[in-house]
């Protein structure tokens, strides 16, 4: 997928028609789509911003879960994904082991090897 064309580019565009210019002409002014230049200018007039939007997908699910998670990794810090896992289960939250790794590792928690571990 393309980059977003910068913030400089969108706002040229946006005074380009509110000085007058039919979005159209403003996109061929700017070399851009005249498609991008309605979109750019309806969220300028909805939002008052004509920055882009967000790119990716949706919010992880287990975010919602975020402060139960790192509480019980804090209180026992020494538990599996598996049995994190099992601990979910037992509160209706269905999680993979690869969901919370990943959780895990956008939060900077890491599962360091110890003794205590093997």
């Known amino acids: 997928m393309a980059k977003p064309c910068s913030e400089d580019l969108r706002e040229r565009v946006i005074e380009a028609v509110a000085d007058g210019a039919s979005r159209r002409a403003a996109g061929e002014r700017f070399a851009v789509s005249a498609s991008s230049a309605v979109r750019w200018v309806q969220r300028w007039h909805q939002s008052g911003s004509a920055a882009a939007t967000r790119r990716w997908g949706r919010q992880p699910a287990l975010e919602e879960h975020a402060g139960l998670l790192l509480a019980l990794i804090g ?5 599996t994904l598996d049995e994190m896992r099992e601990r979910l289960r037992a509160q209706d939250i269905g999680a993979s082991r690869s969901g919370l790794w990943r959780f895990f590792a956008r939060h900077g928690v890491s599962f360091k090897k110890n003794r205590a571990r093997r």
């Open 75 to 79: 209180a026992e810090p020494d538990l």
